[in-house]
């Protein structure tokens, strides 16, 4: 079982769990994401576009979907709270594969007891950040006990500062600009303030494997992706759903950067053009067997 752990901006959307360890998966319409309990969410960004990705993503490849924990949270803390709570005491029952971390505030009491829940399974999840969590993993000094970050440049300059505790602090001398990816990077690993793997998205999206330069996607380039809100979730939830069908870090990586690329060259976007509209094309443009996205993760 793969889970993603999330929140939707409603602070009155009561808490959504697993359903044991073989849950009932959500699904995907023009309406939104239908999930196992019959609610439906719109997919705008954040969470619920990561994980309508996710699910298509896994759809084209025939493999088990991800599983959803999903709490309302607005910003006051307290949805993520419970989420936390709930798969602290979950956790040994539930024993994942993989957890993806996604829009959750950023608590490091909370951060710190789900990682020695996580470290007393007899194996290990491995565990993807993105957005608050990816904040919070970096502000505890545990960075290294994830597979892989997804940040943006601007995400990769607050990972460089090892005394800021929220990117809104980044001090003003690392500057986030694509020429200095190399030296932020250098600097977040010298501090610890990141994972042996990374996905830096920006103009150019640069995969970082086993610490090092993996690859640079920077083709096709559809500039009017840089102006709509989502567009990075769409990354966290294709290399989700690739590592959900049980791909390697660096070739889901690699694969998720050209396949977003590849969509927003199939689907000519405007900065008008809503993420649902470009997730609803996914199937269009992902690959229906194993043999091509290993093709398209290969650096």
Request: negative net charge; contains cysteine.
């Amino acid at each position: 079982m793969w889970i993603i752990a999330g929140t939707i901006p409603d602070p009155d959307f009561s808490l959504l769990v697993p359903e044991g360890p073989a849950p009932r998966s959500a699904s995907l319409s023009e309406a939104g994401l239908h999930l196992p309990d019959g609610r439906t969410v719109p997919v705008e960004r954040g969470t619920a576009a990561l994980a309508a990705t996710a699910l298509q993503t896994c759809a084209a490849l025939g493999s088990t979907p991800p599983a959803l924990l999903l709490a309302g949270d607005t910003g006051s803390g307290s949805g993520s709270r419970q989420l936390y709570a709930w798969l602290e005491k979950a956790l040994p029952a539930l024993a994942p594969r993989g957890l993806t971390f996604h829009y959750l505030f950023p608590d490091v009491d909370w951060h710190n007891r789900l990682l020695l829940a996580v470290r007393e399974l007899e194996n290990a999840p491995l565990m993807v950040a993105d957005a608050g969590f990816m904040y919070v993993a970096k502000m505890s000094g545990y960075a290294d006990a994830y597979e892989l970050f997804t940040p943006d440049v601007g995400e990769l300059a607050f990972l460089a500062d090892e005394k800021a505790p929220h990117p809104f602090y980044t001090r003003g001398f690392l500057l986030a600009e694509e020429q200095n990816i190399p030296v932020l990077l250098a600097r977040a690993q010298e501090h610890g303030n990141c994972p042996a793997n990374l996905i830096i998205k920006g103009k150019a999206d640069h995969i970082i494997h086993e610490g090092r330069l993996h690859a640079v996607v920077d083709n096709p380039s559809v500039p009017a992706m840089e102006c709509i809100g989502g567009t990075g979730d769409i990354v966290t939830g294709l290399v989700t759903g690739l590592l959900c069908a049980g791909l390697p870090t660096a070739t889901a990586a690699l694969a998720a950067a050209r396949l977003a690329r590849l969509l927003a060259d199939h689907c000519r976007p405007d900065p008008s053009t809503p993420v649902s509209r470009l997730i609803a094309a996914l199937p269009e443009v992902l690959p229906r067997s194993r043999d091509e996205i290993l093709a398209l993760g290969r650096a």
